[in-house]
């Protein structure tokens, strides 16, 4: 159980377009999911918390008008990267818990930004 | 100081070695205690967690938290090749939302 599925799992675009990263809780129902960043060789970085029904939370020094997140059910939150530039190529990862439960991650989404 | 401190590593053993992955941490509100393993350009995979002193096995896998320490590890027995991969430790206050992860150690087991 606690299945986080990501879509999609790479993405290239050009600098200026917006990309859509999906995450969806399979088997369970989230009313918070996290969205977190991950540079090479480095750890998790969390970026905002997904609220369903309201507005995310953001880390500080993440630009809430640069990642735009949607929580809009209980399985299904979105992270839009707009106007993406270089700088925003990443791993992007999802993650969402179970009532009670530890983290369960997604399988990430590879963003290239050319 | 940091939240959670770890190794990063890169720790390499040859197959069938007992592997030993540690954390420390700074505060004592944690009570929730996770280690994942994540494999490259995946997402990260829970292989265990506990919220308490001692012990917890599972399979070729041994979680070990020290709470008057804070000190916790993760014990591998009979490494694999597959084994080799990055192992995140975490944990929380239980009743948050907020997770402090360690860096990551890098295992490579070889054949």
């Known amino acids: 159980g606690a299945v986080v599925s990501q879509h999609p799992s790479w993405v290239i675009c050009k600098s200026g377009t917006s990309v859509k990263i999906e995450c969806r809780s399979l088997?369970?129902?989230?009313?918070?999911m996290f969205w977190y960043r991950q540079f090479p060789k480095q750890s998790l970085m969390l970026m905002a918390t997904?609220?369903?029904?309201?507005?995310?939370?953001?880390e500080q020094g993440v630009e809430k008008d640069k990642f735009l997140i949607n929580h809009a059910s209980l399985t299904l939150s979105t992270l839009t990267v707009t106007s993406a530039h270089p700088e925003d190529s990443s791993f992007y990862i999802c993650?969402?818990?179970?009532?009670?439960?530890?983290?369960?991650f997604g399988n990430g989404t590879r963003l290239t930004v050319t | 100081q940091k939240e959670v401190e770890q190794d990063p590593g890169p720790l390499s053993v040859p197959e069938g070695a007992i592997v030993s992955l540690n954390c420390t941490y700074s505060?004592?509100?944690?009570?929730?205690f996770m280690w994942y393993r994540q494999y490259s350009r995946k997402g990260p995979e829970l292989l265990m967690y506990?919220?308490?002193?001692g012990n917890k096995e599972d399979g070729r896998f041994t979680a070990q938290v020290d709470k008057s320490s804070k000190y916790i590890s993760l014990f591998i027995r009979d490494s694999q090749p597959s084994d080799s991969a990055t192992y995140l430790c975490?944990?929380?206050?239980?009743?948050?939302?907020?997770?402090?992860f360690g860096t990551g150690t890098s295992l490579t087991v070889i054949p």
């Open positions: 993650s969402a818990r179970p009532d009670g439960s530890p983290l369960h």
């Open positions: 088997d369970f129902q989230a009313t918070t």
């Open positions: 997904s609220n369903e029904g309201s507005k995310a939370t953001y």
């Open positions: 505060n004592s509100a944690f009570q929730y």
């Open positions: 506990t919220y308490s002193s």
């Open positions: 975490a944990m929380s206050a239980l009743a948050g939302n907020q997770f402090y």
